[in-house]
């Protein structure tokens, strides 16, 4: 038997940051909101390094100070390593900037934990264990059907967001997902006690180690719990087959770095994978509905852009629903500038994911100069103050960065080094 839950004015399928900021944004802003996920929380998930730029945008959302007090490990930067050619180079992320010079490492069980639970205190109709299964668009609004603890449900809302991440609940059912060429990843993962830990205002930045097959990230928790991941190129995993907790084991013998940093630890959590690190989903939007966050896209996680992205999208998709409702007019056509916002805010985090893998580009962002303020430029997009739009000044330094890079794989051309992306990992 089939429930009948009261209408919404916007039903949010998602509890993840993205579906917890945009329920939260509409509800301070006076909507009827019923969010919808599947999981209780709280519950394990990747992407656990925040960016500087991400603060402010937890200000705005009104929930700054309460994240700013939990507890969350303190990130000042960033290390990069290189197994190839020995590089090492530390980012310390710049002062004096509309954003910190900080940002946090958290669990992403207690930090979404955070979101939602913010969501629900500000009016928005929270139902976890509630899996969304059809959306059905009609003239006046949407008609929603799942299953949860109560059993078989259907609600009427007069707008529809796309929160489910990866999942991509819309472009599973009226879209498609198109892959990127080459960024197809798989990650392995697990929790530690007891690994390295670096002194000083060290102690919080992310690692990132680059090595033969792929790539770790390395992120400290507070109390003494660390995030290890690797990166592989999802054809290395398929080849390899067998125990993914074997290859896990052997990816960190294989990388120097991360092997001598966990020396004496203990894996705390199973080994947890991800994949699919790579595509971009398609409607972003349309007549009564938009999608956030991973709903959108999502690109290999080196530069830690994922909640960002997230937040950043839930704050402009708000904006744009709430101008909606006041017009009282839900066609796809005023949803076109916030699709142009998304994507200028995506498009660098893509620019620079291809790049890194390029030898060339990996050579010059482990020796950065600061010439014609490139090194800044970088910076401006490793803490993600690009997302709501790009100076000229950054973009012609950026350019110029690239410009470089040009060059760059030619001198490596000359002297008989590789040039060619690793992409292929």
């Known amino acids: 038997m089939t429930s009948v839950r009261h209408s919404y004015d916007v039903v949010v399928v998602g509890g993840g940051p993205g579906g917890s900021a945009t329920a939260a944004h509409l ?49 000042h930067g960033a290390i990069f390593t290189d197994q190839e050619s020995g590089l090492e180079q530390k980012f310390y992320f710049l002062r004096d900037r509309p954003w910190p ?127 290890i991941g690797c990166v592989l190129h999802a054809r290395t995993v398929r080849e390899r087959g067998g125990n993914l907790e074997q290859l896990y084991d052997e990816m960190i013998r294989a990388c120097g770095r991360v092997e001598k940093g966990l020396t004496g630890a203990e894996r705390i959590t199973p080994i947890h994978t991800a994949a699919n690190f790579a595509y971009v989903n398609r409607p972003m939007s349309g007549d ?32 744009a629903i709430r101008r909606a409702f006041q017009a009282d007019d839900f066609a796809a056509w005023r949803f076109v500038e916030y699709e142009r916002e998304v994507w200028r805010g995506i498009t660098p985090f893509f620019k620079f994911i291809h790049k890194y893998y390029e030898p060339a580009f990996l050579d010059l962002f482990l020796n950065p100069r600061n010439y014609f303020g490139v090194r800044d430029a970088v ?32 001198t490596r051309r000359r002297a008989g080094l590789p040039v060619e992306s690793r992409l292929e990992w």
């Open 101 to 227: 010079s900080y940002a946090y490492q958290v669990r992403r069980a207690e930090f979404d934990a955070l979101l939602l639970d913010h969501a629900r205190s500000v009016g928005a109709d929270v139902h976890h264990a509630t899996l969304v299964e059809t959306a059905v668009f009609d003239g006046a609004g949407v008609t929603v059907t799942g299953e949860g603890s109560g059993g078989r449900f259907a609600t009427r809302a007069r707008f529809l967001v796309d929160a489910s991440g990866r999942d991509g609940f819309l472009a599973s059912r009226i879209g498609a997902r198109d892959r990127v060429p080459n960024l197809g990843k798989v990650a392995l993962f697990a929790h530690f006690r007891g690994a390295d830990r670096a002194p000083g205002i060290d102690e919080g930045s992310i690692r990132i180690h680059v090595f033969e097959l792929g790539w770790f990230w390395w992120i400290p928790f507070a109390g003494d719990v660390t995030s």
């Open 27 to 75: 509800a301070r802003g006076g909507l009827s909101v019923g969010l919808f996920e599947r999981e209780e929380f709280p519950r394990f998930h990747v992407g656990e390094s925040l960016l500087p730029a991400t603060l402010p945008l937890l200000d705005r959302l009104g929930i700054g100070e309460r994240v700013a007090q939990h507890g969350f490990q303190v990130k």
């Open 379 to 410: 910076l401006s997009v490793l803490a993600g103050g690009t997302f709501f739009g790009m100076p000229f000044r950054t973009r012609v330094s950026l350019q110029i960065l690239f410009a470089l890079t040009r060059l760059k794989v030619w």
């Open 288 to 319: 009564r509905f938009l999608a956030v966050g991973d709903s959108v896209a999502f690109v290999d996680p080196i530069f830690s852009g994922g909640v960002h992205i997230a937040l950043g999208s839930a704050e402009l998709a708000a904006a």
